[in-house]
């Protein structure tokens, strides 16, 4: 399967939503005025594009539409070129030290797919010839632990953990030497679930890298905030937060699959600039695929 079949699938129910409202919009109004251009607008403020993607895209096919009249309001290529553009060209690749270990700290609230993610990550890289390791750092939601020692055995994956309730720093500690000791080419740890707006929360964060920073320096090299695609723009408040905090480096959108709110992928990607370096479109292991702005601007539009 090709990867644009790959964000097709798993973007199908934000795709229909989209195509479905702009095609009713542009089959009951065949002149572009006013008032089309208000419900071309409220369309895809609908799919959680975001304020500023959808000036962008209205003022995009307004100007075509004034420059070349009808031939000029091709609305899904042109919304596919705005939204493809806005990406930019930040680089979106998985970072790699040059010699020796890097870590990639796993972030973000409860229920966001943490654990799934930094397991598939090491399968990602595994399969790029690397060597990966996992750090279980969430020593307090139950059964977190044996959910990522599942996905180890499963992936041929070694788990470093720590028992319940133990400090996640401590742990985070022991598995950066034990990866450095094994020549692990990459360290995902699985960090414990916490609310954006808990202070507390975010400074046990802060400590779990600081204590990483001192047994590498450096580290973490990547600090990935991974986002319920289902919360929409919800998650924009949360991406705020852990940057203050957490010094972001990407973003990681999962169970993009499950939602009609796929645009929010957009939003929040024009908002902060930070680059989206996956998403995630479904349950199984290669689900998880690198970002390619081009091919999911495709998906979102390609009729």
């Known amino acids: ?21 702009l ?31 959808t000036e962008q895209i209205v003022q995009a096919v307004r100007t075509a539409y004034e420059s070349q009249g009808k031939a000029g309001t091709r609305l899904f ?43 598939k990550l090491a399968h990602h890289v595994q399969s790029q010839g690397q060597r990966a390791m996992l750090a279980a750092c969430d020593t307090f939601r139950a059964a977190a632990i044996e959910q990522l020692k599942l996905w180890g055995q499963k992936l041929n994956v070694e788990v470093v953990a720590g028992s319940y309730g133990a400090d996640a720093a401590s742990v985070a500690h022991d598995a950066v030497a034990a990866a450095q000791a094994r020549g692990v080419d990459y360290l995902f740890a699985d960090t414990a679930g916490r609310l954006h707006t808990k202070h507390n929360l975010m400074q046990e964060l802060q400590k779990l890298h600081r204590v990483i920073a001192r047994q590498l320096p450096g580290a973490p090299h990547e600090v990935l905030l991974v986002l319920d695609a289902t919360t929409g723009m919800n998650a924009m408040n949360q991406a705020k937060e852990f940057n203050k905090a957490a010094s972001l480096t990407g973003l990681v959108i999962t169970k993009l699959d499950g939602t ?16 989206v370096k996956f998403i995630g479109l479904g349950e199984q292991a290669d689900d998880l695929q690198p970002f390619d702005p081009g091919e999911y601007a495709r998906a979102l539009f390609a009729d």
Do not use: C
């Open 260 to 275: 009609s709110k796929g645009g929010m992928v957009v939003a929040i990607q024009k908002e902060l600039g930070l680059p």
């Open 77 to 119: 290529e042109v919304a596919e070129r705005e939204i493809a553009s806005a990406f930019g060209s930040n680089d979106r690749s998985l970072r790699k030290v040059p010699k020796g270990l890097t870590v990639v700290s796993v972030v973000g609230v409860n229920g966001t797919g943490k654990t799934t993610t930094a397991a």
């Open 23 to 53: 095609k009713r919009l542009f089959t009951r109004s065949p002149k572009l005025d006013a008032e089309a251009l208000e419900r071309l607008e409220a369309a895809l403020i609908a799919s959680d594009l975001g304020l500023q993607m």
């Open 1 to 21: 399967m090709s990867l644009f079949d790959k964000f097709r699938i798993g973007l199908q129910k934000t795709h229909n939503q989209l195509t479905h409202e």
